[in-house]
């Protein structure tokens, strides 16, 4: 999940908005 830090976060943050939270 590390890796979505970079790119994913932006991508995770429209699912779910907490995730961005979570990954750093």
């Keep these: 999940m590390a ?3 970079e790119g994913g976060e932006l ?3 429209s699912f779910c908005g907490k995730s ?3 990954v750093k």
Aim: hydrophobic share 20%.
């Design 3 to 5: 890796k979505f830090g």
């Design 20 to 22: 961005q939270k979570q």
């Design 11 to 13: 991508l995770k943050c």
